[in-house]
């Protein structure tokens, strides 16, 4: 009989489902999802990204990027402006308000790893982070380190 609760498929699901549960938690009082919180750690990285450029980066559809970039831009985190080389295309920035966010925000994500991995040793994070990324398909992480 298949073990439905051991699968790694449902694992992987409830792992998120809790990630996900964490981070809100996390991120309440800003009024965001997580979502939001990753469309605004890309922009963090990299100010002035474009919504496909976005899209790509999170691994999502163009339309739900365009709708959290909406509502991000409502509640003045992020405003659009012109690309100046492509006038279809607009480029993501990060307001003032926006920029602030990053440190307490990414204290917020902390907490929430910190809940999820608990009881986990560093190794043991480092390693099931490598395995994610092949799980994505990140193809460069198959080899364990030889230190």
């Known amino acids: 009989m298949y073990d439905i609760e051991r699968s790694i498929g449902f694992l992987l699901s409830k792992g998120y489902q809790r990630a996900w549960a964490l981070l809100r938690e996390e991120i309440d009082e800003y009024d965001l999802t997580p979502p939001q919180f ?18 790509e980066k999170g691994q999502i559809d163009r339309t739900t990027v365009g709708g959290l970039i909406d509502r991000l831009e409502k509640i ?4 659009r402006k012109q690309h100046p080389q492509d006038r279809r295309a607009y480029m993501i920035h990060l307001t003032e308000r926006g920029k602030a966010l990053e440190s307490p925000l990414s204290e917020c994500a ?38």
């Open 76 to 79: 003045g985190l992020v405003e």
């Open 38 to 55: 990753g469309l605004l750690a890309f922009l963090w990285q990299q100010d002035g990204l474009t919504q496909v450029e976005l899209s």
């Open 110 to 147: 902390a907490n929430a790893l910190a809940k999820l991995t608990h009881g986990l040793s560093t190794d043991e994070i480092t390693e099931f982070t490598r395995m994610l990324l092949i799980l994505r398909g990140e193809r460069n992480v198959y080899e364990l380190p030889t230190c």
